[in-house]
């Protein structure tokens, strides 16, 4: 599969959920939304934010087909996008913790603050691995619950 018909294949299943991705599909439509994405916010950040959010969907879509063609049920992204929205508030809050208590001089509650933000990121650089990991795993060869291979 080439990137013209990953984006196609992609595209054509907007909000299909069900069935299974190859890893070429997902990766390629991966790049192309990388590189379009980053084209556009050259041209105007208004377009960039517009192809975002109309590649949601898709995007969403794919990933579940992706996990799909492993044998692995479409809700674990559920859970991922969950782990990280909480990760990030604990780096959010970490960080403004720690700011007020660097302004208030309290070393106490800085230090606390920037362990907090430390320990938030080191937890999403390891959830993004094993995003990457997922998502590069190679697929069941042969029919599985999600159906036959793409």
Not at 34 to 43: N, V
Not at 113 to 130: E, P, S
């Amino acid at each position: 599969m080439d990137i013209i018909t990953a984006v196609k294949t992609v595209y054509s299943k907007y909000a299909t959920f069900s069935g299974r991705a190859s890893r070429a599909e997902y990766w390629y439509f991966f790049l192309f939304t990388i590189i379009a994405g980053a084209a556009l916010s050259a041209i105007d950040s208004t377009l960039a934010s517009a192809f975002s959010i109309a590649n949601f969907v898709p995007n969403l879509a794919v990933a579940v087909r992706r996990l799909h063609d492993t044998n692995r049920s479409g809700k674990l992204i559920i859970a991922l996008i969950l782990i990280e929205v909480v990760l990030f508030l604990l780096i959010v809050v970490s960080f403004v913790a720690g700011l007020s208590g660097a302004i208030g001089g309290n070393s106490n509650v800085a230090t606390g603050g920037g362990i907090g933000v430390l320990v938030g990121v080191v937890l999403f650089v390891v959830l993004a691995i094993y995003w990457i990991y997922l998502m590069a795993k190679r697929g069941d060869s042969g029919p599985n619950r999600y159906g036959d291979p793409s």
